[in-house]
Nanobody, 124 residues
Framework: QVHLVESGGGSVQAGGSLRLSCAAS?????MGWFRQAPGKEREGVAA????????NYVDSVKGRFTISQDNAKRMVYLQMNSLKPEDTAMYYC????????????????????WGQGTQVTVSS
């Protein structure tokens, strides 16, 4: 099991920025960020392969969001720039503990452990 705790959410105006943080207590191969707005399904946002740092993003956030890691601190971050109202959601950190490939997908079914979520609200 991996215990995950997200932080850094808040309220921001459209065009603003936030940085989310996720602290992991156990081994992870992949770390991902997902989000869920009220009444909508959970969707992938970004993922990072912890062994080499390769990243993957969904089209809606490419060029605006950046996922990064600090393995020494066992932390993963999501820098969110140029935020839009449609980015408003509960954001979840997730971990995948095993696998043979060196890339990580933004598919929720790939992930084994989940954090409690942190709310991001973007006003227009």
């Amino acid at each position: 099991q991996v215990h995950l705790v997200e932080s850094g959410g808040g309220s921001v105006q459209a065009g603003g920025s936030l940085r989310l943080s996720c602290a992991a207590s156990g081994y992870t191969k992949c770390m991902g960020w997902f989000r869920q707005a009220p009444g909508k399904e959970r969707e992938g946002v970004a993922a990072i392969y912890t062994g080499g740092g390769s990243t993957n993003y969904v089209d809606s956030v490419k060029g605006r969001f950046t996922i990064s890691q600090d393995n020494a601190k066992r932390m993963v971050y999501l820098q969110m720039n140029s935020l839009k109202p449609e980015d408003t959601a509960m954001y979840y950190c997730a971990a995948k503990a095993y696998g043979g490939t060196q890339y990580c997908r933004t598919w929720a079914a790939d992930y084994n452990d989940w954090g409690q979520g942190t709310q991001v609200t973007v006003s227009s």
